[in-house]
């Protein structure tokens, strides 16, 4: 909480509340949504959620937001205040990581596309932390098989912020009725290949360089 206005957020989103005339709607978001720790109706959520977006930033603040999925409750509440979930085998670029690495801010969006159509945020403080340590601290942690779901480092988060995102541009999905994930797999094809096709677009700029040498 910024102590010079005292409510939640930045300085620039309550300069821009003033300029659009906000303000007073913002306020009363802040006051009735906002909570900085996970009641019981927001862990049961968190308990079913099967996918989240992850957003971070570098210490630059240069923005990266990536996608984490794993089987429902894959992300964990170990209190009121903190939450962890695991960081799986990847393309092992580290993006996310490195952010926290190098800044800890953090901000988790889940969505229940389902359901209830309705969306959670946390906002809080990351630190990253071995398999061996969480389960040390946490010794009812799931224990995985699959190779592909086995995590290699967890991410706790000191939840800071929590609060609602309002259903009305939720669209609303029905699940497939057998998804075959290929949890882990190098297997390019069934990574999705090179569907952007900038792969073969970076081989055709090597090949006129080679031609033109």
């Not at 409510?7 to 906000?22: F, I, N, R, V």
């Not at 923005?63 to 409750?73: K, M």
Request: a negative charge.
């Amino acid at each position: 909480m910024n102590s010079a206005h005292h409510y939640p957020g930045s300085d620039g989103e309550h300069a821009l509340q003033h300029e659009l005339g906000t303000t007073r709607r913002a306020h009363k978001f802040y006051s009735d949504q906002m909570s900085d720790s996970l009641n019981d109706e927001m862990i049961e959520f968190i308990g079913r959620m099967d996918m989240a977006f992850i957003a971070t930033a570098d210490a630059n603040g240069e923005a990266d937001c990536s996608f984490r999925a794993g089987p429902a409750g894959f992300i964990q509440v170990l209190d009121a205040g903190t939450i962890c979930y695991p960081e799986y085998r990847g393309n092992g670029v580290m993006a996310s990581l490195g952010n926290i690495s190098e800044n800890p801010h953090v901000g988790i969006m889940m969505l229940d596309f389902v359901r209830d159509r309705i969306g959670l945020h946390i906002n809080g403080r990351a630190s990253i932390v071995t398999d061996d340590e969480m389960r040390a601290q946490v010794p009812d942690l799931p224990e995985e098989t699959i190779r592909g779901r086995i995590p290699d480092v967890w991410v706790r988060v000191d939840v800071h912020e929590a609060y609602i995102h309002c259903r009305k541009h939720i669209p609303a999905l029905v699940p497939a009725a057998s998804i075959d994930r290929a949890w882990g797999t190098d297997n390019p094809a069934r990574k999705g290949g090179d569907y952007f096709g900038v792969t073969a677009q970076r081989k055709a700029e090597r090949d006129e360089v080679d031609e033109a040498g």
